[in-house]
């Protein structure tokens, strides 16, 4: 069955360090992967997508994530994180039927 | 674009009520996706529409929830008799999906529906 796995419940970081967030998948064929961002009380914004070609994804608001098929990792990444990044991150696996299929989410604080 | 729109975007009501969602996708979006998301949790599908027609069910839609998009284009969410364990944020998105039937064009959500049952 197809399953997304972020194993960072919490993570913080300080103002301007580099950010890395991780997110493993299962998944048979070629995957079709998403990050988004979900403020509180708010929807779901879409960051980035992988859907074939270039392993290396640019997104908005200078995130971009790596596609690594041999460790069936997607993970998200920028180098200088800003106050506002603050959010919940989740990872994302289209299923069957095209709903998508979520990991657990990865909450980001930044310190000062 | 004017966005996926969700109405209301709190509900508070007593347990054994019913209550309703309405869902305004991206116009010209022919795809209609249902998702709840609980506390620190991330959102799980529970149905989808593709137009007029309901293709999907979640085993998380027990009979108590019914979804409708009856000319293709708003859908509504009811959820009748309505117990503790439905408290939860109700997310909806839309997509296209393009003619060769590949699935690789983003979700847009809204806002969601926060429902809280006392």
């Known amino acids: 069955a197809q399953s997304v796995t972020q194993p960072d419940i919490h993570i913080t970081v300080s103002e301007g360090a580099s950010l890395e967030l991780r997110c493993n998948y299962s998944y048979g064929a070629t995957p079709y992967l998403f990050w988004y961002v979900q403020s509180p009380g708010q929807g779901l914004q879409l960051l980035l997508k992988y859907f074939s070609g270039d392993t290396l994804v640019q997104g908005i608001k200078g995130f971009e994530a790596e596609f690594k098929r041999s460790q069936s990792s997607f993970n998200l990444r920028k180098p200088s994180v800003h106050w506002s990044d603050a959010a919940e991150y989740f990872c994302?696996?289209?299923?069957?039927?095209?709903?998508?299929?979520f990991g657990q989410g990865t909450e980001l604080s930044v310190k000062p | 674009d004017t966005g996926v729109s969700q109405n209301p975007r709190h509900k508070i009501t007593k347990r054994g009520q019913n209550v309703t969602f309405r869902c305004d996708p991206i116009?010209?979006?022919?795809?209609l996706y249902w998702y709840r998301q609980t506390l620190g949790q991330g959102p799980e599908f529970l149905t989808y529409?593709?137009?007029?027609?309901?293709?999907?069910k979640s085993r998380l839609l027990s009979d108590r929830f019914s979804a409708e998009r009856p000319k293709g284009s708003f859908s509504t969410l009811e959820i009748q008799r309505t117990e503790q364990g439905d408290s939860a944020m109700y997310l909806c998105a839309s997509s296209t999906e393009r003619r060769t039937g590949k699935m690789d064009q983003p979700q847009h959500f809204g806002d969601g529906t926060r429902l809280s049952i006392l």
């Open positions: 529409f593709q137009n007029e027609a309901q293709l999907e």
């Open positions: 116009s010209e979006h022919n795809r």
């Open positions: 994302a696996v289209i299923g069957q039927g095209g709903k998508l299929i």
